[in-house]
């Protein structure tokens, strides 16, 4: 199997492209779209979930694991857009919310009804003596972690909103279902799957209060030590019998150690990770709902402990900067208004660069922005809204509430695909179900194929990963760690070097490199200012990041 040569593309199914006016993207719309993402190179598309679902929380509440919401389109759709992908050679991962279903499940409905079967499917407890619920946990999104199960007086474990049920996984019984999910998409021809929250799924039978901070609360249901077990048991009845197909599992804090066992070849669990300490670089005292100067050398440092955590003890990385549940980075960690294309290519390099397998999150290729938003009701994300009310309970101003939502909602990242200048983007003939980022009329993909210069440097990231092995295979190591403004690190293969560095602010800065770099027998091979000589004492633009070869 290689799949270290394959990028892969995440299209937001919601607003990615909507082909029936009803102003939510459907499968039709990505099968639309192929040609695009075919010139862009990618390999596989990351489809978030399209099943049918109450949309409590986007759909990662899902109500039916083997079945297409009919807002998306039909089964044929999906089977149309996967042979229509196989003829360009782009293949499909689909996401997987296999930790908790919707109550609106038959299972759950079931299960509130009465039936024994079912009930042992869910993590259902009575409340403790001297306190309102089983355990104190938190919800990720709020308030309680535990719901009233009807009227039984019982109360289920639900780890974010109340109407995503929390599974148990002890019952092997929830395990073979999970199995039989995963087989159904296979045998459609899907070849990845990305699985959510993946971690939390191995709860004890015992339950047991936090009794100190937040990490201590998680810890009581992250990545306990059977999560390994039930992956493996999961890969040797499903993907593990297609090697060509790839996962990549979504861990919920995660460890550096538990991620090598999750995608060490020999165990027999994942092809890769996605772990987000490097986004979690802008939360001071672990507080998501600030505004707060994101800290550079901490994000180089979490970028590198995992290269090397992972890379040199046969894990592997999936590298991203953004996705559904994230600002985007050009606004958070570059410039989205002056220097928005070198700030969009120079964090795109800097990620391509690196060892593991990039994922390009739709519109970063165009280099799509936080919308900035500046009214409640222009949110739709649940996070967001109970996030408000904490802020405003907590004595915060609306006016500072949203400047914060503005800052951190999932929301900025789920706006629209902006296509072209022509109302809403080109994305709906209707409505769209949540507003576009106003600058849609200046950026949008029909202007960027055109003449920017994002799209074809992405094209160029993605190509060489093609041709260069040693992007794909060599090793890496950092230079200048502890330097304020410029990243710099360096991959080796067979004799072959590439060193990269590149400014991560929007001063120029000179770096004398000769303590880490000999020679000057170096080429230039990539940088998003173009050529460039190379020097001992580099000068780097804002945001400039280039790549030079021993070669
Ligand atoms: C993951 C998803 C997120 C969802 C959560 C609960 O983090 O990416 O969108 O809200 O899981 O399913």
Known sequence: MNFKDKVIYQAYTKSFNDTDGNGLGDIKGVTEKLPYLEKLGIDMVWLNPFYPSPQNDNGYDIADYTAVDPMYGTMEDVEEMIAEGEKRGIQFMFDLVLNHTSTEH????????????????YIIRDPVEGQDFPTNWE??????????????????????????????WRNPEVREEAAKIVQFWID???????????????????????TGDIDQEKSLYTDRPIVHDYLRELNQKTFGNHPEVITVGEMSSTSIESSIGYTHPDNDEL??????????????NKEKWSKAPFDFLELKEI???????????????????NNHDQPRTVSRFGDDEKYREKSAT?????LHFMQGTPYVYMGEEIGMTNPHFTELDQYRDIESHNAYKELIAKGKTPEESLEILAEKSR?????????????NGGFTSGTPWLQLADNYKEINVEKELESGEIF??????????KEHAIMRDGSYASMFLDHEQVWAYRRQLDGEEWITFANFYDTPVSIDISSEVDGDKWNYLLGNYGEKAFSQVLELAPYEAVTFTNK
Do not use: C
Not at 110 to 117: E, N, T
Not at 193 to 205: A, Q, Y
Not at 411 to 423: F, I, L, V, Y
Not at 456 to 465: N, V
């Open 106 to 121: 038959e299972w759950f409905q079931k299960a509130l009804a009465g039936d024994k079967k079912y009930q042992d499917y």
């Open 139 to 168: 919800s990720k999104f709020g308030g309680p972690s535990w719901e009233q199960f009807g009227d039984t007086g019982k109360f289920y474990l639900s780890l974010f909103d109340p109407t995503q049920a929390d599974l148990d």
């Open 188 to 210: 459609k021809g899907v070849k990845g799957f990305r699985f959510d929250v993946i971690n939390l799924i191995g709860k004890d039978e015992e339950l047991v209060n936090a």
């Open 271 to 284: 092809t890769m990770v996605f772990s987000f300490h490097h986004l979690k670089v802008d939360y001071p």
């Open 303 to 321: 970028m590198h402990d995992w290269q090397i955590g992972l890379g040199e003890n046969g894990g592997w990385n999936a590298l991203f900067w």
């Open 346 to 350: 120079g964090q795109g390099h800097i």
């Open 411 to 423: 929301d900025n990242g789920r706006t629209p695909m902006q296509w072209s200048a022509e109302e």
């Open 456 to 465: 074809p440097y992405y094209q160029k990231l993605i190509q060489l990963r």
